[in-house]
């Protein structure tokens, strides 16, 4: 949507938007019930009282879980966010190099610009 607008209709659609959604869900859905493996083989085998919830993960699935559901996303998250901010302030350098040949006619304001 931002390096480039016009295109943004053409290819984001709502159903696109939705199968993504759902391919989300479905791998969270994978990735937990895999993790939860023995918990759900043997429900209530860790539970020593009547409404207590506990769950026995490993070290190593306890290490791929915050790699895949925290430590992925955020890079996912940062790298876009800093290729976001790389065409915005692309797009303002372009519009200020405008304004500025623009502005020998008329004066801008600070906050216009």
Same mark, same amino acid.
């Given at each position: 949507a931002?390096?480039?607008p +016009?295109?943004y209709?053409t #290819?984001? #659609?709502?159903?696109r938007v939705?199968?993504c959604?759902?391919l989300c869900w479905?791998?969270a859905?994978l990735i937990?019930?895999l993790l939860l493996?023995?918990? +759900?083989?043997?429900p209530?085998r860790y539970?020593?009282?009547?409404g207590?919830?506990?769950? &026995?993960?490993d070290?190593i699935?306890n +290490?791929? &879980?915050?790699?895949v =559901?925290?430590i ?8 876009l966010? $800093?290729?976001?901010f790389?065409v915005?302030?692309?797009q303002a350098?372009? $519009?200020r ?5 623009? =502005?020998? #006619?008329?004066?801008? #304001?600070k906050?216009? $610009?």
């Open positions: 931002i390096c480039y +016009l295109h209709f #290819k984001v #659609k709502p159903k939705q199968v959604v759902c479905m791998f859905a937990y019930s493996k023995k918990n +759900l083989q043997h209530g539970k020593s009282c009547i207590e919830c506990v769950i &026995d993960i070290h699935v +290490l791929f &879980d915050l790699i =559901t925290f992925f996303p955020i890079t996912v998250i940062v790298i966010h $800093m290729r976001i790389g915005v302030v692309y350098r372009a $519009m190099s405008h304004i500025v040949v623009v =502005t020998t #006619k008329v004066s801008v #304001k906050s216009e $610009m």
